[in-house]
C-alpha cells in the first residue's frame, strides 16, 4: 500500500514540473532573444523582469497542486495514525491470537491473546516458531500462498498413492489449536500473518461424537447343536450358559444383546466400547472357549461379525453380515471388524469343527447350476501354481458345468498354467476325453473370451492375488467362489453371486465331490475325473493322516463309486531320482526354533524347478512327525520371491502367522509368497512373527 501511494503523489507533481520546464524554456529562449536585440546595459533589466514573470508563473501553476499535495499528506498522516491505533485495538482487546512471521521462521510480533497465551512480556519478540508451535514453516508458507493446506502424497512400489498429510494443528500448555496463515508486506518485506485458533472444544465434542457412534455386530455360537450331539449336556442348558456370559459381558461396556434367531444375536454398542475390545483382543472369545460344558470335549466357541462403517444402521447391519460371513467362512472362533475398507480379525485360536452338511451341498449345487445355466460362457480357475486339489476341483466343476448345460462343453473353459508340471501329469488322464482336448486355456487367452454374462467360478482359492489370472477378476463382474481355505481379510472389488467356503473341509475337491453327489447329475462323473479328484484329496489329507473327517470319507466312497481307485493315481505321487535328491538337501538344512518350530530351506544356489514347491510342501509336512515338533516352516528362494509352506498340529495356528506375512491359509496349513527379499531377511521376518505370535496369542492360549 505504501508504495502505491507514493507513486500516486510523483503522478500528481508531473504536470505543473513540465509546465514549468517549458515556461523556463521559453523565458530563456526570450532573454536571448532580447539579448541581441538590445544595448548591453539593458540586458539585466530585462533579465530580472523575465525571471520574475517566470517565478510568478511557477508559483501560479505549482500552488494549487502543491496545496493538494499538502491535504493528501494530511490525510494520510491521520490514517497512518488511525491505522496503528486500530492495529493497536486488534491486538490487545479483539481476543484473536495471531503472529507475524517472518521467512526465515522468526515471530516479530504476536498478539495481546496470544501474548497472555504464551506469557511473553513484550509483543514484540524475536523467537523461533518452532519454540511453541509444531507445525513446520513450509506447511505454513504452503497454507499462504495456496489458500489451503497442500497435500503430503506418496506413492507405494504399485503406484498407490498414500496421503501422509498431518493436519495443521498445534499444542500449548494442553490446548489444541489450528493454525492457517495468509501472506503480508512491510516495508519491501514478506511475511506470514498466522492464526492460531482454539479447536479443543471442537475436537472435544468429534471425540464425544466418536465415541457414542453406535456400533452394529451379529454374534452367532459355533456348531453348538452339533457340539450336543458329542457331549453330557442339553442343547437348552449350553445355550443358555453361554448367553448369560454373552449378556454379562455386554452389559459390561453398557451394550445391547438381543437374541434374533436360534443362537444368533444382534449387539449394538458404542465405538468406545469397541476400542475397548479391540485393546484387549475381544477377550470374550477366551471367555467362551473356556466355558465348561459336560465332559468338555470340545471347545465352545463363537464368532463375530462387527459393523464399524459410518451411515445409516442399515449399512452397519450390512458390513457386520459381511464381516460374520467371513469370520464363519476363516473356520470361525473369531471376530472380524468391517471399517468399510478392511476387514480386520481378531482370535480364530481353535481349528473349530465347523463342517459342511448335506443339505448345505444340495443348496449350493442348484445354486451354481442356475448360475451355470443362466451364463453366456463359463471360466473356471484355480489358484496359481496348481495340485492336484485345485486340478481335480476345476475338472469336477467342469462335469457340473457341462452337465447343467445338457452336454453342451463348448462355452466352459478352465483357465490354468499348461505348462506346470502338474497339469501336464493330469493331462494324460484326461486326454482321450473328447471334451478336455479344447477345455484349458491360458489366462491371457481367458481374457478374450469374457462377456457381459461371463460366469467365472473360482476353485480351491479365495484371494484374488494368489488365482491363476488376477486381471480376470477385474473383467468378470459375474463370479462364484468354492474353497477350502479362510478367506482372506479384504473386501472384493465384485459381489460374489456365490460364496461356498468352508474352512474344515479337508480340500476343494471334497466339496466339489459333495456337489457333484447331491446334484441331479450324480452319475456324470466319469472315472479320469473321479481319480483326480481322489488325487487332490489324498494331497491335502497326506494320505487321509491329516484334517480328513466322516464327509471326507464319504466323498472318497462316492468317488470310488464312480470308478476312482488309490492305485490309479499312486503313479501321480511318484519321487524322480532328482526330488529324491532334493528332499535330502532340505532335510539337511533342518533347524529348531524355540525348541518346538522346525525351519529348514532349499539352498539358495539350486536351480529353481517347478517341483521344488512341491518337494518344499512336503519337506514341512516331513518335519511335523518329529517328535516335540508343533509348527514347521519351509522356505524356498527362486526368481528374487521367497515361498514359505507351514504346517502345524492343533495349538498353533500358522494360518494368522502366514497372514502377518501377507499370505494365508488354514489352521494347521497355509503359506505366503514374499517378492523382493531374500532367504536370509525372509527368514528373520518369520523369526519376528513367531516371536510376537509365541509371546502373546500362543502364550495367552496355554495360561488359559
Known amino acids: 500500500?505504501?508504495?502505491?501511494?507514493?507513486?500516486?503523489?510523483?503522478?500528481?507533481?508531473?504536470?505543473?514540473?513540465?509546465?514549468?520546464?517549458?515556461?523556463?524554456?521559453?523565458?530563456?529562449?526570450?532573454?536571448?532573444?532580447?539579448?541581441?536585440?538590445?544595448?548591453?546595459?539593458?540586458?539585466?533589466?530585462?533579465?530580472?523582469?523575465?525571471?520574475?514573470?517566470?517565478?510568478?508563473?511557477?508559483?501560479?501553476?505549482?500552488?494549487?497542486?502543491?496545496?493538494?499535495?499538502?491535504?493528501?499528506?494530511?490525510?494520510?498522516?491521520?490514517?497512518?495514525?488511525?491505522?496503528?491505533?486500530?492495529?493497536?485495538?486488534?491486538?490487545?482487546?479483539?481476543?484473536?491470537?495471531?503472529?507475524?512471521?517472518?521467512?526465515?521462521?522468526?515471530?516479530?510480533?504476536?498478539?495481546?491473546?496470544?501474548?497472555?497465551?504464551?506469557?511473553?512480556?513484550?509483543?514484540?519478540?524475536?523467537?523461533?516458531?518452532?519454540?511453541?508451535?509444531?507445525?513446520?514453516?513450509?506447511?505454513?508458507?504452503?497454507?499462504?500462498?495456496?489458500?489451503?493446506?497442500?497435500?503430503?502424497?506418496?506413492?507405494?512400489?504399485?503406484?498407490?498413492?498414500?496421503?501422509?498429510?498431518?493436519?495443521?494443528?498445534t499444542q500449548i500448555d494442553g490446548v489444541s489449536y489450528a493454525v492457517r496463515s495468509y501472506t503480508m508486506r512491510s516495508r519491501g518485506k514478506d511475511y506470514y500473518f498466522t492464526i492460531f485458533t482454539d479447536i479443543s472444544e471442537k475436537l472435544a465434542m468429534q471425540r464425544k461424537m466418536y465415541e457414542t457412534e453406535p456400533i452394529?455386530?451379529?454374534?452367532?455360537?459355533?456348531?453348538?447343536?452339533?457340539?450336543?450331539?458329542?457331549?453330557?449336556?442339553?442343547?437348552?442348558t449350553a445355550v443358555n450358559e453361554i448367553e448369560t456370559r454373552l449378556k454379562e459381558w455386554a452389559q459390561s461396556f453398557g451394550g445391547m444383546l438381543r437374541e434374533y434367531e436360534r443362537e444368533?444375536?444382534?449387539?449394538?454398542?458404542?465405538?468406545?466400547?469397541?476400542?475397548?475390545?479391540?485393546?484387549?483382543?475381544?477377550?470374550?472369545?477366551?471367555?467362551?472357549?473356556?466355558?465348561?460344558?459336560?465332559?468338555?470335549?470340545?471347545?465352545?466357541?463363537?464368532?463375530?461379525?462387527?459393523?464399524?462403517?459410518?451411515?445409516?444402521?442399515?449399512?452397519?447391519?450390512?458390513?457386520?453380515?459381511?464381516?460374520?460371513?467371513?469370520?464363519?467362512?476363516?473356520?470361525?472362533?473369531?471376530?472380524?471388524?468391517?471399517?468399510?475398507t478392511t476387514i480386520t480379525p481378531y482370535g480364530g485360536r481353535t481349528n473349530t469343527m465347523y463342517g459342511s452338511t448335506t443339505i448345505t451341498s444340495r443348496v449350493n449345487s442348484t445354486h451354481l447350476c442356475k448360475l451355470i445355466r443362466e451364463a453366456g460362457n463359463v471360466l473356471i480357475m484355480g489358484h496359481r501354481g496348481p495340485d492336484y486339489d485345485s486340478i481335480g476341483s476345476c475338472v469336477g466343476l467342469a462335469r457340473l458345468a457341462i452337465s447343467a448345460r445338457d452336454g453342451d462343453s463348448s462355452k466352459i473353459r478352465i483357465v490354468i498354467n499348461r505348462e506346470h508340471v502338474n497339469f501336464r501329469i493330469c493331462y494324460d488322464m484326461l486326454a482321450n476325453i473328447p471334451e478336455y482336448r479344447s477345455m484349458f486355456i491360458s489366462g491371457d487367452t481367458a481374457l478374450d473370451a469374457v462377456r457381459s454374462d461371463t460366469l467365472l467360478i473360482m476353485s480351491d482359492v479365495n484371494n484374488v492375488n494368489n488365482t491363476e489370472c488376477p486381471k480376470l477378476l477385474k473383467s468378470v463382474k459375474n463370479v462364484a467362489i468354492v474353497d477350502h481355505h479362510r478367506r482372506q481379510d479384504q473386501l472384493y472389488e465384485f459381489k460374489p453371486l456365490m460364496t461356498y467356503i468352508r474352512p474344515a473341509v479337508a480340500a476343494a475337491g471334497e466339496l466339489v465331490s459333495q456337489m457333484l453327489e447331491h446334484s441331479p447329475y450324480h452319475d456324470a462323473l466319469l472315472k479320469e475325473e473321479a481319480n483326480l479328484l481322489l488325487a487332490g484329496l489324498m494331497l491335502d489329507t497326506k494320505n487321509f493322516t491329516q484334517g480328513a473327517g466322516m464327509q471326507t470319507f464319504a466323498a472318497v466312497n462316492y468317488l470310488y463309486r464312480r470308478g476312482a481307485h488309490a492305485n490309479a493315481v499312486r503313479m501321480l505321487f511318484t519321487e524322480t531320482m532328482s526330488n529324491l535328491f532334493t528332499a535330502c538337501d532340505i532335510d539337511s538344512r533342518t533347524r529348531t526354533y524355540r525348541d518346538k518350530i522346525a525351519l529348514t530351506w532349499l539352498s539358495v544356489d539350486h536351480p529353481a524347478t517347478e517341483a521344488d514347491n512341491i518337494a518344499v510342501a512336503k519337506a514341512a509336512d516331513k518335519l511335523m512327525t518329529i517328535a516335540g515338533i508343533e509348527a514347521s516352516f519351509a522356505l524356498l528362494r527362486a526368481e528374487n520371491t521367497v515361498t514359505i509352506s507351514a504346517r502345524s498340529h492343533d495349538k498353533i495356528n500358522v494360518q494368522i502367522i502366514m497372514q502377518r506375512m501377507n499370505g494365508g491359509g488354514h489352521f494347521d496349513m497355509a503359506g505366503t509368497r514374499l517378492p523382493n527379499t531374500t532367504l536370509e531377511a525372509a527368514a528373520t521376518q518369520l523369526k519376528n512373527v513367531l516371536d510376537d505370535y509365541l509371546d502373546n496369542e500362543y502364550e495367552s492360549e496355554k495360561r488359559r
Open 264 to 340: 444368533k444375536y444382534l449387539l449394538v454398542f458404542t465405538r468406545e466400547a469397541l476400542d475397548t475390545c479391540i485393546r484387549n483382543k475381544f477377550r470374550i472369545l477366551e471367555t467362551i472357549r473356556s466355558t465348561k460344558l459336560g465332559d468338555n470335549t470340545f471347545p465352545v466357541t463363537i464368532s463375530m461379525g462387527v459393523g464399524a462403517v459410518h451411515g445409516s444402521f442399515e449399512a452397519k447391519a450390512r458390513a457386520a453380515s459381511d464381516a460374520l460371513d467371513i469370520a464363519l467362512q476363516k473356520g470361525g472362533d473369531q471376530v472380524a471388524v468391517n471399517d468399510g
Open 216 to 236: 452394529v455386530a451379529y454374534v452367532v455360537i459355533d456348531s453348538l447343536e452339533e457340539l450336543a450331539q458329542y457331549i453330557r449336556v442339553s442343547y437348552r
Open 1 to 169: 500500500m505504501q508504495k502505491k501511494r507514493k507513486t500516486a503523489f510523483r503522478t500528481d507533481l508531473r504536470p505543473p514540473l513540465i509546465a514549468a520546464a517549458i515556461i523556463g524554456g521559453a523565458m530563456l529562449l526570450l532573454y536571448t532573444v532580447i539579448s541581441l536585440l538590445v544595448e548591453a546595459e539593458e540586458i539585466p533589466i530585462y533579465g530580472v523582469a523575465i525571471f520574475g514573470v517566470y517565478a510568478l508563473s511557477v508559483i501560479c501553476i505549482l500552488f494549487p497542486y502543491l496545496s493538494r499535495f499538502r491535504r493528501i499528506k494530511s490525510a494520510d498522516d491521520a490514517a497512518e495514525l488511525l491505522s496503528t491505533e486500530i492495529s493497536d485495538m486488534f491486538r490487545y482487546v479483539v481476543d484473536i491470537p495471531y503472529a507475524v512471521v517472518s521467512t526465515d521462521g522468526v515471530v516479530k510480533i504476536v498478539s495481546g491473546a496470544l501474548q497472555d497465551i504464551l506469557k511473553f512480556r513484550s509483543p514484540i519478540c524475536n523467537v523461533p516458531l518452532e519454540s511453541f508451535c509444531s507445525v513446520p514453516m513450509k506447511d505454513i508458507v504452503g497454507y499462504a500462498y495456496n489458500g489451503e493446506q497442500v497435500k503430503n502424497i506418496s506413492f507405494t512400489e504399485d503406484g498407490v498413492p498414500i496421503d501422509n498429510t498431518k493436519p495443521m494443528v
